[in-house]
């Protein structure tokens, strides 16, 4: 009987109280997910620049060794970024606004010119996009901002004002490289952000239409920017023009079909559609891999966004509001992103050079996201870390509460087999506590003494 009770409280222990203990002291399905991308990644990337890299280098694994190579750089990145405690970001968040805008100047200075757009800094065999950790920067600055004028925001148009002014200083740096992708998708986080922080929502809505205003000026007074406009709505007016890269992207979406043509087995990666490796690697992916592998990859990409915004809610809920605010920024980051890089493949905007976050080639792109994911991960830490710490101070006062209501022995134990000279000492000792209560307790004695005259008086009453 007791074998069997043993037995039947060694598996609700199990049940109940294993999981409490197996706990990861992170988020492994957002590692996993992260690694999914980037294996996608490896594998598109190979199968899309092989063409391009055997012309340009002689070796078709040119940009596929080069992409590995980013990859593990991005991945030592994340580890180191992962020992930063929550603190770090807290406390640098101003000084790293003040670097990103060090590398917008500089790129405009000595930066290096590719296709037309000045944005790329070359440290010796290093390439550092500026535009990348800028982004990042930025959304730490505003997170941080958040915090220490939530009142000023959320109250007064003057807080809410202040933000915008950094950004549009950004936002003019990037504009003269020229990059308007990177500006639209830190607007619309930007935009996010400040909704979710609770910003009016007057000055929300007209915050929107002052920013659409702003896009179409900037489209409208830029040649080649009323180009892409016009070609993104009609691609087919000059397949062989302004609509040649779009209109091959389609190509690719239309042959892709449900399950795709195969790995390998492309045609608009033979250097009919450019870029094919890095903006527009998607459309590669829904050719080879079909409607199946495109929703593959967006499920992924939705899986880490709802966990980037779960991680902030948990965070908000715990008085981290600056942990919050900057998972808030990275899962809109994440998401503005893929929808700007798969809409313009796709032709349902107009051609963006955006990266799809953790697939396409790109080594400024790669670490930075993989920095981003390595920030949730972090955040995420310090909350089980918290609660793992709230649980023990728990567990430690029951225990002391436990501790201080402990009983004596009883007498029943006191007469146990073998215990005889441990009675009589306990016995002595209770004698000698006794006496030395009535000792501390003159009103018993006085008490006792009323009591044995009146019992003397009824016994001589008794008498008589």
Same mark, same amino acid.
């Given at each position: 009987?007791?074998?069997?009770?043993?037995?039947?409280?060694?598996?609700?222990?199990?049940?109940?109280?294993?999981?409490?203990?197996?706990?990861?002291?992170y988020d492994a399905t957002l590692v996993l997910i992260a690694l999914a991308l980037m294996s996608i990644g490896v594998i598109i990337v190979t199968s899309a620049?092989?063409?391009?890299?055997?012309?340009?280098?002689?070796?078709?694994?040119?940009?596929?060794?080069?992409?590995?190579?980013?990859?593990?750089?991005?991945?030592?990145?994340?580890?180191?970024?992962?020992?930063?405690?929550?603190?770090?970001?807290?406390?640098?968040?101003?000084?790293?606004?003040?670097?990103?805008? !060090? *590398? #917008?100047?500089? =790129?405009? &200075? %000595?930066?290096?010119?590719?296709?037309?757009?000045? @944005?790329?800094?070359?440290?010796?065999?290093?390439?550092?996009?500026?535009?990348?950790?800028?982004?990042?920067?930025?959304?730490?600055?505003?997170?941080?901002?958040?915090?220490?004028?939530?009142?000023?925001?959320?109250?007064?148009?003057?807080?809410?004002?202040?933000?915008?002014?950094?950004?549009?200083?950004?936002?003019?740096?990037?504009?003269?490289?020229?990059?308007?992708?990177?500006?639209?998708?830190?607007?619309?986080?930007?935009?996010?952000?400040?909704?979710?922080?609770?910003?009016?929502?007057?000055?929300?809505?007209?915050?929107?239409?002052? !920013? *659409? #205003?702003?896009? =179409?000026? &900037? %489209?409208?007074?830029?040649?080649?920017?009323?180009? @892409?406009?016009?070609?993104?709505?009609?691609?087919?007016?000059?397949?062989?023009?302004?609509?040649?890269?779009?209109?091959?992207?389609?190509?690719?979406?239309?042959?892709?079909?449900?399950?795709?043509?195969?790995?390998?087995?492309?045609?608009?990666?033979?250097?009919?559609?450019?870029?094919?490796?890095?903006?527009?690697?998607?459309?590669?992916?829904?050719?080879?891999?079909?409607?199946?592998?495109?929703?593959?990859?967006?499920?992924?990409?939705?899986?880490?966004?709802?966990?980037?915004?779960?991680?902030?809610?948990?965070?908000?809920?715990?008085?981290?509001?600056?942990?919050?605010?900057?998972?808030?920024?990275?899962?809109?980051?994440?998401?503005?992103?893929?929808?700007?890089?798969?809409?313009?493949?796709?032709?349902?905007?107009?051609?963006?050079?955006?990266?799809?976050?953790?697939?396409?080639?790109?080594?400024?792109?790669?670490?930075?996201?993989?920095?981003?994911?390595?920030?949730?991960?972090?955040?995420?830490?310090?909350?089980?870390?918290?609660?793992?710490?709230?649980?023990?101070?728990?567990?430690?006062?029951?225990?002391?509460?436990?501790?201080?209501?402990?009983?004596?022995?009883?007498?029943?134990?006191?007469?146990?087999?073998g215990s005889t000279k441990s009675a009589g000492a306990n016995a002595v000792s209770q004698a000698a506590s006794d006496s030395s209560s009535n000792k501390a307790?003159?009103?018993?004695?006085?008490?006792?003494?009323?009591?044995?005259?009146?019992?003397?008086?009824?016994?001589?009453?008794?008498?008589?």
């Open positions: 009987m007791m074998l069997a009770s043993t037995k039947l409280s060694e598996l609700f222990a199990t049940k109940h109280d294993s999981p409490q203990q197996a706990k990861y002291p620049s092989m063409p391009v890299a055997d012309r340009l280098h002689g070796n078709p694994f040119h940009f596929a060794i080069r992409h590995g190579i980013y990859i593990v750089a991005a991945i030592f990145a994340a580890i180191a970024v992962l020992q930063l405690p929550m603190q770090f970001w807290r406390v640098t968040n101003p000084y790293l606004l003040f670097a990103a805008i !060090g *590398l #917008l100047l500089a =790129v405009l &200075l %000595i930066g290096r010119t590719v296709n037309g757009s000045t @944005r790329w800094l070359a440290l010796g065999p290093i390439t550092i996009q500026a535009a990348e950790p800028a982004k990042l920067f930025f959304f730490a600055y505003l997170a941080g901002y958040l915090v220490r004028r939530y009142e000023e925001v959320t109250e007064n148009l003057k807080g809410f004002i202040k933000p915008l002014g950094v950004f549009f200083l950004l936002a003019l740096l990037l504009l003269l490289q020229p990059d308007l992708g990177t500006v639209v998708v830190m607007f619309a986080t930007t935009i996010g952000l400040l909704f979710l922080a609770g910003a009016r929502l007057w000055q929300f809505f007209a915050l929107v239409f002052v !920013g *659409l #205003l702003a896009v =179409v000026a &900037l %489209i409208v007074f830029e040649e080649y920017r009323l180009k @892409r406009v016009t070609s993104f709505l009609d691609p087919w007016a000059d397949p062989f023009g302004a609509g040649y890269q779009l209109t091959q992207s389609l190509m690719a979406y239309g042959r892709g079909n449900w399950f795709g043509q195969g790995l390998g087995n492309s045609l608009q990666k033979l250097e009919f559609l450019p870029e094919a490796h890095t903006d527009f690697v998607m459309a590669i992916l829904a050719e080879e891999l079909g409607f199946v592998g495109v929703l593959a990859v967006l499920g992924l990409i939705l899986w880490m966004v709802i966990k980037a915004l779960q991680i902030g809610n948990h965070a908000l809920e715990r008085g981290r509001a600056f942990d919050g605010y900057l998972s808030y920024s990275i899962g809109i980051w994440f998401s503005f992103q893929t929808a700007v890089n798969i809409g313009a493949s796709a032709g349902i905007l107009p051609t963006k050079g955006l990266t799809l976050p953790l697939v396409s080639y790109g080594g400024s792109s790669l670490i930075i996201m993989s920095i981003a994911v390595a920030i949730l991960l972090r955040i995420d830490f310090e909350l089980r870390v918290d609660g793992v710490q709230a649980l023990n101070r728990g567990e430690k006062r029951k225990t002391k509460g436990s501790a201080s209501n402990a009983k004596p022995k009883t007498d029943a134990d006191s007469n146990a087999p307790k003159p009103e018993d004695e006085g008490k006792a003494g009323i009591k044995a005259i009146l019992a003397r008086v009824a016994e001589e009453a008794d008498n008589d």
